[in-house]
């Protein structure tokens, strides 16, 4: 059988550049590296692992072993300073290599040792206990055969034996007591150090580089690879203090590792790209404009947004925006959010955390501090009392923030969640900021307003409504009201308004709707009342 030209190729690129390594296979050298920074992406990462190691001259097969599984072979990329070329570099996986020991796996096989060693000193404990039990039980016969003890001895005897087996009972129940406690640690701590061991005891990759040193000495190298299974998720806490006040938006991340691979004392990069591999030509899809939805808030658990599949790389930065410490006369503690610098590039924002921080490979969001960002925007309070008594309070800004969930505290307390989403195209948006109980709204159903009478044909139904609205702030609010009348959808009932108190209408919806400026301490009426007429003996729905 006579191989495609192009296939004969092909196998002759792929021998030649294996070829080093073939040469080399015995004579293999493994690093020890270390993991010195991670990029987050939102759905992946970008992992930079660093080693030194001593090589002679000629040719040398340098191994990075421990590495996640989870690695894109594509994406994987080789450094070096020392004197010599690097000729090849391929990947490989290994099932011999386990993972390393995590330092909470260390830690719980720490604590398994010791309560079996604890198990064991109760077991001695309680032989020692059984022991005597027995010699007091086996030499409990009294006095001789032929003379006895008189009655004060034998009850002073009596005595002693008495307390003394029930002290030894009671020790010896102290005891199983005692083990089975320590049994139950020991379960647990096994329960989940199996947990651990299945997650952990996978196939790990290794990447192989084929050195040619022209002489002997130091060689650094640093190795660059992106892996699947980490990603982030932008969250904020929504501090308000006051409504004369900007808002301070509080950028956190949800960071999750489920790459097997621990990061520990990592500088962290936080990329708002997703970046991709992927080399193929990219295709224009239909590009569909539709009404957009609310979305509910989202669950705490880890779930990646998926975007768009597109050429992502990382871009020349345009711009640097350090955040500045406060300078206060007296030393303060200082904040994670201190130590993050923003980048913006062409494709999304990049944030640096100068902090080291430990994120584990345990498929758990851990809480990043990103930076603050102060926001101006104008407040408003909302109510519609038929639906809720209470007034809620909105901000309406123009910052461009990431979109994502939100914990709102408004004047120190914790008020409820909301969505930060920027999929609007206007050019501002709204942020709920929760309820404001010092803003009272009350809505009655006035009796005097509402009567039913008959004229000639018809019949004729009158509603009357009082709201009343209450400041109860230092300071002056606006408040958008809003209520509603019937609408008719048969041309023989007709809706007939009374009475707005300023409000207007809309006749397609029915909805009325007032704007209200409420001075500190203000107390305001609003009427709403109408009347609607339909024939005389005819069922009306919705009434």
């Not at 584990?360 to 101006?376: E, G, R, S, Y």
């Amino acid at each position: 059988m006579r191989l495609h030209p192009f296939l004969r190729l092909r196998a002759l690129l792929l021998s030649c550049l294996l070829a080093p390594l073939a040469l080399w296979a015995n004579d293999e050298t493994p690093l020890t590296s270390r993991i010195t920074e991670v990029s987050v992406f939102r759905q992946r990462a970008q992992i930079v692992r660093t080693a030194q190691t001593n090589v002679r001259k000629g040719e040398n097969l340098l191994v990075f072993t421990g590495l996640s599984r989870h690695i894109l072979p594509n994406s994987i990329t080789v450094s070096g300073t020392g004197k010599g070329i690097i000729q090849a570099v391929t990947h490989r996986v290994s099932y011999l290599n386990t993972t390393p020991k995590t330092p909470r796996m260390q830690a719980i096989e720490d604590s398994v040792e010791w309560l079996q060693a604890e198990l064991q000193v109760l077991a001695d404990e309680q032989f020692v206990r059984q022991s005597e039990e027995k010699l007091l039980l086996e030499n409990g016969k009294i006095g001789g055969d032929e003379t006895g003890l008189n009655p004060e001895a034998l009850i002073r005897v009596a005595t002693l034996y008495q307390e003394r087996l029930s002290a030894l009972r009671k020790e010896m129940r102290d005891l199983s007591r005692q083990k089975v406690r320590y049994e139950r640690r020991i379960a647990a701590y096994q329960q989940e150090l199996n947990q651990i061991r299945a997650q952990r005891n996978q196939p790990t990759q290794e990447v192989l580089v084929a050195f040619r040193a022209d002489q002997a000495g130091s060689l650094s190298l640093e190795l660059r690879y992106l892996v699947n299974q980490a990603g982030w998720n932008p969250f904020y806490d929504i501090r308000v203090e006051a409504t004369d006040q900007p808002l301070q938006f509080f950028l956190k991340a949800d960071v999750v590792n489920n790459t097997g691979i621990d990061w520990n004392g990592v500088k962290l990069t936080l990329s708002t790209t997703n970046n991709n591999v992927n080399n193929t030509q990219p295709v224009l899809s239909p590009w569909y404009v539709d009404i957009s939805y609310p979305r509910p808030v989202p669950q705490p658990a880890y779930a990646p947004r998926r975007e768009s599949r597109r050429d992502a790389t990382t871009a020349n930065t345009m711009a640097g925006i350090a955040l500045d410490e406060m300078e206060e006369d007296a030393p303060e503690a200082t904040y994670a959010y201190d130590y993050t610098t923003t980048t913006e590039g062409e494709l999304g924002l990049e944030f640096a955390i100068a902090l080291p921080y430990d994120i584990p490979a345990d498929n758990k969001p851990h809480q990043v501090d990103i930076q603050v960002i102060p926001v101006k925007g104008s407040f408003r309070h909302y109510a519609v009392p038929k639906l809720d008594r209470d007034a809620f309070l909105v901000a309406q800004i123009s910052q461009d923030l990431l979109r994502g969930k939100g914990n709102v505290y408004f004047e120190g307390t914790f008020v409820g969640e909301t969505y930060v989403n920027t999929d609007n195209p206007r050019d501002s948006m709204l942020v709920s900021l929760g309820r404001d109980p010092k803003v009272q709204v009350q809505r009655e159903q006035v009796a005097e307003f509402t009567e039913r009478k008959t004229i000639g044909s018809n019949e004729r139904l009158t509603y009357g409504f009082a709201i009343t609205l209450r400041n109860n702030k230092s300071t002056a609010v606006q408040l958008t009201l809003e209520d509603q009348v019937p609408v008719s959808q048969n041309k023989e009932i007709e809706v007939e308004i009374l009475e707005l108190s300023g409000g207007r209408v809309d006749p397609g919806s029915g909805k009325v709707v007032w704007d209200v400026a409420l001075a500190p301490g203000e107390t305001r009426e609003l009427i709403l009342k109408f009347e609607v007429k339909y024939p005389k003996n005819q069922p009306v729905s919705g009434l």
